[in-house]
């Protein structure tokens, strides 16, 4: 069943609309880092450095800028934190991660204010984060940005109002991050409920259907699928 906030962002996001400081479409590739990708099997995933060489490599190849993907994708990339592997493992990805170079500005898609942010500091997860707060028709909704810079919360201020194309951030390295290679965690959240500078970004099986429901699928704003 398509939600109110689907449809709304159906219906007002056509064409492709960056996050990301680049513009065009054609930039970008989509990757697979599933648990059943062929080429993970040869790499150590819990390596950021050796992680951030393999999708450089893809990237180039493809004479792209930005590898794109993962909604809804199991990985085993978060088999390395105890931080996702309590009673439920959680391995289903909730937002779509767009794989670029370290100080990649982070902008707006459209209009709206910082609702929250803050440092996420257990292992593998967001790092600095922020979430800012939209209105399209009758709809309010969250977008949330996650494995940015620490200087990315500098001088933030919760209720910060940007333009659509503004630049408010910059992806940060393993050591701020997280420990990943350099990325953009993209989510959309329905309800944010009292969540802070943080909301789930990986769901286990149990509660998918919840996640899938509250989180549409980014690429609803993206376009790139």
């Known amino acids: 069943m398509t939600s109110d906030l689907e449809k709304t962002l159906s219906n007002n996001f056509i064409e492709f609309t960056p996050v990301l400081e680049f513009f065009d479409a054609s930039e970008y590739i989509a990757i697979d880092l599933s648990l059943h990708s062929n080429i993970l099997k040869y790499i150590d995933v819990a390596d950021p450095l050796k992680m951030d060489a393999y999708i450089n490599k893809f990237i180039l190849k493809g004479n792209k800028k930005v590898a794109y993907g993962g909604y809804l994708e199991k990985r085993n990339l978060y088999d390395r934190s105890d931080y996702f592997n309590g009673v439920n493992k959680r391995n289903i990805h909730l937002g779509v991660d767009l794989w670029c170079s370290v100080r990649t500005k982070v902008i707006a898609p459209f209009n709206g204010?910082?609702?929250?942010?803050?440092?996420?500091?257990?292992?593998?997860?967001?790092?600095?984060?922020?979430?800012?707060?939209?209105?399209?028709?009758?709809?309010?909704?969250?977008?949330?940005?996650?494995?940015?810079?620490?200087?990315?919360?500098?001088?933030?201020?919760?209720?910060?109002?940007?333009?659509?194309?503004?630049?408010?951030?910059?992806?940060?390295?393993?050591?701020?991050?997280g420990n990943y290679a350099p990325h953009l965690h993209f989510q959309v959240v329905d309800d944010i409920s009292s969540y802070f500078g943080d909301y789930p970004g990986v769901s286990d099986e149990n509660n998918l259907e919840l996640y899938r429901n509250n989180c549409p699928d980014p690429n609803l704003i993206l376009g790139l699928e």
């Open 113 to 177: 204010k910082v609702h929250s942010f803050a440092n996420n500091l257990n292992f593998g997860d967001y790092g600095p984060t922020i979430i800012l707060e939209h209105q399209i028709d009758n709809n309010l909704f969250y977008t949330l940005y996650g494995h940015l810079s620490i200087d990315s919360l500098n001088d933030l201020q919760i209720g910060k109002k940007l333009i659509k194309g503004e630049a408010f951030a910059q992806l940060g390295n393993h050591e701020e991050n």
